[in-house]
């Protein structure tokens, strides 16, 4: 059996994939963004934005952009939304609400009526987690979008309270998807050690860039939509005409590594009829 070496990693990265080619066979590999219409799973996200008056013009101009961007890519007719801000005090500015009955137009109007003040992390984080209820969301893939671009500043919640609240809420959640947009490195790795109760390290991601500049902020919702729903698509060729394809899709369920492994899977699988084995390096 020849052995082929595939340089990409065993559990591929969003965006990414790779081509190999073995004598009269090939095989391209992509993981992408899938279409919503290919999904039948129910989406809820719940936006936590930082409301901070550093993010006042801008900055909050375009995290409403990206919302809206993002419910315009929901279109499941039970997908839905909510909007928590957070600066000194933490509001519900959208209630769980079906993506197509929500007006976009008065939620940013509502939510840049309030940006100033300070940063309260622990605060934001505790009383969404706790005013989370699973039960109403039955059948969905749910996630989480926290946005900041500061840290922790004299809250009122302590910080093994919001670790003990956020690991509770996490059971339930698909994903919790962390942005940090010109956060000092001691605030990301607080932010950090504010989810290291979750039992489940998988479910969290974080993703930073080095400050609050529109195209920084949208560049960090381009991540989390990603993360939201993707698929691995493989496929086969032989004399460069394709011979079978497999498609792995996450369904809005986060389960990133789960589908590449799968990939890989049936890669090696198709790999071993041909009588090559592959090493991913």
């Known amino acids: ?81 909510s909007l928590w801000t957070f600066n000194n005090k933490v509001l519900n500015k959208l209630k769980p609400m079906g993506v ?4 976009m137009r008065r939620l940013q109007a509502d939510v840049e009526n309030h940006v100033k003040y300070t940063t309260r992390l622990n605060d934001a984080l505790y009383t969404v987690s706790k005013a989370w209820d699973a039960s109403k969301m039955p059948k969905t893939a749910t996630f989480m979008v926290f946005l900041t671009d500061g840290g922790e500043n004299n809250s009122n919640f302590k910080q093994y309270q919001v670790q003990k609240e956020l690991a509770s809420m996490a059971e339930t959640f698909d994903k919790l998807i962390f942005l940090t947009a010109g956060s000092s490195a001691n605030e990301v ?5 504010l989810y290291q109760s979750v039992r489940d390290k998988q479910k969290c991601v974080i993703k930073s860039v080095d400050s609050n500049r529109a195209q920084n902020i949208e560049s960090l919702f381009g991540f989390a939509k990603q993360v939201i729903e993707e698929v691995i698509e493989v496929k086969y060729y032989h004399k460069g005409k394709m011979v079978g394809s497999s498609k792995f899709m996450g369904r809005g369920g986060g389960q990133q590594a789960k589908l590449a492994q799968a990939a890989v899977n049936d890669i090696n699988t198709k790999m071993k009829q041909l009588n090559f084995a592959i090493k991913f390096q």
């Open 189 to 193: 790795a607080y932010l950090k050690s």
């Open 1 to 81: 059996m020849s052995l082929q070496v595939v340089n990409t990693s065993k559990r591929l990265s969003s965006g990414q994939g790779f081509r190999a080619e073995f004598g009269e066979y090939s095989l391209d590999a992509k993981y992408t963004a899938s279409a919503p219409a290919s999904r039948t799973q129910r989406v809820h996200v719940m936006f936590v934005i930082d409301s901070s008056g550093s993010m006042r013009g801008e900055p909050m101009a375009a995290v409403m952009k990206s919302v809206k961007d993002i419910a315009s890519w929901l279109t499941h007719q039970e997908d839905s939304l």
């Open 100 to 103: 197509k009955k929500v007006d």
